[in-house]
């Protein structure tokens, strides 16, 4: 006979409510009959949302987890505000031409006006910035294909097996083949790769100012100076998009000799997301491009059904002013030292553990934590378990990281990442380092037998 028996009343479809208080219950697939109490439904969705996970533990996600309360009141401030909407909010509208203009000149982009007329816009985050500068790609490719009379029905875009899956999406949405580049040696695309990969055909190649797999950067000038050469030898001028979703925020302020912006002529667009290293909540991404001849105008609409006549260019029509107005919060809060004060102390808290992880013996490094604050790192002998037994033994002391394969090219490797951000501590890294010392020893069979609990 079964020890344990469903309650004959439960209906899985329903949610109880944990207090009595007369509220009783809801259906969890239709709308309920009757309406709830603001304070009862509140309280529905919070003991809903307590199963959710400890955001400081969450070193699988590069999304901030962590504002200071002013933000949050800002945030609580502009709720209600579309930023599409620039007739109705132009201070809001005002706030994300700054930001733009900021991010422009931190990336190095040569504009007019004292540096107050730079080409970009925000997004939701740093994925529909990258459809919007593929899209830019597509256009600008085709328009040169049709003046020259040539084929322009079978566009591709050139980039590393590493890239995240947003520039995939693109592709097969936009109609557009992805030549994703196996892995050859590097955990990245290398400039030989990049150049060999490009033909008539290519309406761009994207570089990775810091992987997703292992936080590496791809060498963006040793590309651009690879694609130069294909220019003289070839006669093909192929642009280069950087997605600087998390590295954009990071090498203005710790690798300023780094050159990977609009230093390099052949760039010509780059997307970040405000929602990761740039310290907001999400989500908010930045795409920014060199100059007005690099965006095609026949990708930006004019609207003027809500109120006013304004140039747009963006897959929403309605997104929050919120994110932006924080995003402004943070640059104007920290600056240039506050910003670099923050990295920095990620990326010494990341190699800080990447050190500990080695010192452990059981691991290989893939990468270090001394470019993107993050560290991969796999199993050097995985015979006993695997990265993947030990992701889940973690998750028995509150940590989720995750564990995957690398991309093609070197997906028989198997790894588990660490992502350090703001709030994360050289106390909690001292802690995580325990945790994983614990649980390769109970993998292993070595951890001491547990003392049982006594009433």
Not at 255 to 275: M, T
Request: proline residues 5%; aromatic residues 10%; hydrophobic residues 45%.
């Amino acid at each position: 006979m079964s020890l344990h028996q469903r309650h004959p009343q439960h209906d899985e479809n329903m949610i109880d409510s944990a207090f009595d208080g007369g509220v009783g219950s809801i259906p969890k697939h239709r709308l309920p009959r009757h309406t709830q109490s603001a304070d009862a439904a509140m309280r529905f969705v919070q003991d809903e949302l307590m199963l959710d996970g400890n955001a400081r533990q969450n070193l699988a996600t590069f999304v901030t987890t962590w504002m200071e309360p002013q933000a949050a009141t800002l945030i609580q401030e502009s709720l209600e505000k579309n930023i599409i909407d620039k007739d109705e909010y132009p201070q809001s509208a005002e706030i994300e031409r700054r930001c733009v203009n900021i991010l422009a000149n931190l990336w190095h982009a040569s504009t007019p006006a004292g540096g107050a007329d730079a080409v970009g816009c925000s997004t939701t985050g740093s994925s529909e910035a990258a459809m919007l500068a593929g899209m830019a790609l597509k256009w600008r490719w085709r328009a040169r294909q049709e003046a020259a009379g040539a084929d322009a029905t079978k566009p591709n875009l050139v980039m590393g097996a590493n890239v995240q899956v947003c520039w995939e999406k693109f592709a097969r949405y936009w109609d557009v083949e992805a030549r994703l580049v196996p892995l050859d040696g590097a955990t990245h695309l290398t400039a030989a790769q990049a150049a060999a990969a490009c033909d008539e055909n290519t309406i761009g190649v994207v570089a990775v100012l810091g992987s997703t797999f292992d936080g590496s950067y791809e060498p963006v000038a040793e590309i651009a100076a690879a694609l130069d050469a294909l220019q003289t030898s070839t006669g093909l001028d192929i642009p280069l998009h950087v997605d600087a979703a998390s590295g954009g925020f990071i090498a203005p302020f710790l690798d300023q000799d780094l050159r990977w912006d609009f230093r390099l002529d052949r760039v010509k667009s780059i997307n970040a997301s405000g929602h990761k290293y740039g310290l907001v909540y999400p989500g908010v991404g930045w795409v920014v491009w060199r100059s007005a001849d690099d965006l095609p105008k026949d990708l930006i609409f004019s609207v003027d059904y809500l109120g006013g006549s304004m140039p747009t260019f963006a897959l929403n029509f309605s997104r929050p002013a919120a994110q932006v107005i924080a995003q402004y919060y943070t640059l104007v809060r920290y600056g240039f030292d506050g910003y670099q004060r923050i990295q920095q102390r990620a990326r010494d808290i990341a190699t800080t553990i990447a050190k500990g992880v080695e010192q452990l013996g059981v691991f290989t490094l893939i990468s270090w934590g001394d470019e993107l604050p993050v560290l991969a790192f796999s199993l050097t002998t995985p015979d006993a378990f695997t990265v993947y037994d030990l992701s889940h033994e973690l998750r028995s002391f509150g940590w989720i990281v995750p564990a995957y394969p690398m991309p093609e090219g070197m997906a028989d490797v198997d790894v588990l990442r660490v992502v350090v951000r703001n709030g994360f501590t050289f106390d909690l890294a001292g802690m995580f380092l325990s945790d994983l010392a614990a649980s390769v020893e109970r993998l292993a069979g070595k951890a001491p037998d547990r003392v049982a609990f006594h009433h």
